[in-house]
């Protein structure tokens, strides 16, 4: 059981408060100021891991290391970036560290339209998504949008120093298919997983949040039959995934059990992120609590998936909603991640014990 820290500058839960959750043995680790491309040089990883370490945490997962645009676009210095990101795998690999979490989207790491909707029924507040909002709206809109609301914290994939190209590189993609965007993907695979296999490393690939193409641009990690294909790409169980239960639940068509199950028996989980999603319309949505009866997903089903197919992999309980008066960073305060993380563990018990 893990859970997200973005690091003491930049998170407003303490690893004190985390290391006092129950059941909770190590995080989920981000080194919030790197750029995409970048390398993860060994004196940063070595204090953020050693800071964990302190606290009585283990560190042996990082989310994520970002992936330059330019390898998505199979354009510009991608061999440079992918020869940067090889360094980075070996280092983090030196301390400790055995899956590393990123996705292959387009620009978009995940989107919502509201970053904090007071949910009526009891006064809480969680992120929020209502395809009618994006109506008359572009990318540029919604950007500005979500780093109005995001409180002055930098969100992950919205860091400012990315914003400012973005409209170019939105311009760029208008000639890539998904089709394209797979080719440049199995190059990367190529390229990097050679070296996950010889460092003990485990790639994990998150899925589009939400779980459909947006804005036209092509994204190709949204169902089963996209990771089917994604997975074909490299044949490695370094080359795994990271099921993100509340980004699939996010459609309707996609039976996130059955998803965990396919992939769990394969071999190719590497992660999960384990949260619910109640859905109030068509393409509209809201996170929930944890809880099955507060959200649309069988949690109860999804840890049993987990227990019978893949029952090593390393778990998070993923974004909460702000209750009890908290602020901090949207969907990333500590107070219902972590009854979300007793309440996964209450299943995890329940299930070993049957
Ligand atoms: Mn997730």
Redesign the pocket.
Known sequence: MTFRWFGEKSDTVSLKNIKQIPAMTGLMGFLDYKAAGEVWEKSEIAEYIGKVHEAGLECEVIESVNIHEDIKMGSGNRDEYIENYKTTIRNLAEYGVKVIVYNFMPVFDWLRTDLAREIPEDGSNSLYFDEAELEGMGPLDIVKRTATQSGGFSLPGWEPERMAELETTLKKYESITADDLRVNYKYFLDAIIPVCEEAGIKMAC??D?PAWPIFGLPRIAHSLKCFEKIISLHNSPSHAL?L?T??LASSIDNDVVAIIRHFGKINRVACM?I?NVKHLGHRKFRESSHLSTDGDLDMYEVVKAVYETCPLVYVRP??GRMIWGETGRPGYGLYDRALGAAYLNGLWEAICKE
Do not use: A, F, L, M
């Open positions: 998150h899925p949040d990271c993100c509340g980004s992120h949260r993923d974004h």
